[in-house]
Nanobody, 124 residues
Framework: QVQLVESGGGLVQAGGSLRLSCAASGRTFSSYAMGWFRQAPGKEREFVAAIRWSAGNTYYAGSVKGRFTISRDNAKNTVYLQMNSLKPEDTAVYYC?????????????????WGQGTQVTVSS
């Protein structure tokens, strides 16, 4: 397993942007597929985006496709979530997750390690 720490959350107005970062410990970060999930108040945690070991393949939830971009820098052991055109309904705690399986996974059960989460609040 890897240890994950998210950062970059905050308060932003609708239409604004934020970039979340997820720093991973461990020397084998490049061997982990990564994902971002979010949990809004009173709702279940949901899939946002995923990226394979190599950065060439990504997958997005329909609600964020075209607005969010997931990327990774294996040299820095970091995965990012660039969020543009933010909407109030994007307000949630955002979590990054890692799995030693290679692929694009939308199910939480496929991930082995989770960060503690970072709050994103979008005001209208």
């Amino acid at each position: 397993q890897v240890q994950l720490v998210e950062s970059g959350g905050g308060l932003v107005q609708a239409g604004g942007s934020l970039r979340l970062s997820c720093a991973a410990s461990g020397r084998t970060f490049s061997s982990y597929a990564m994902g971002w999930f979010r949990q809004a108040p009173g709702k279940e945690r949901e899939f946002v985006a995923a990226i394979r070991w190599s950065a060439g393949n990504t997958y997005y939830a329909g609600s964020v496709k075209g607005r969010f971009t997931i990327s990774r820098d294996n040299a820095k052991n970091t995965v990012y979530l660039q969020m543009n055109s933010l909407k109030p309904e994007d307000t949630a705690v955002y979590y990054c997750a890692a799995t030693s399986r290679n692929g694009l996974f939308t199910l939480q059960s496929r991930y082995d390690s989770w960060g503690q989460g970072t709050q994103v609040t979008v005001s209208s």
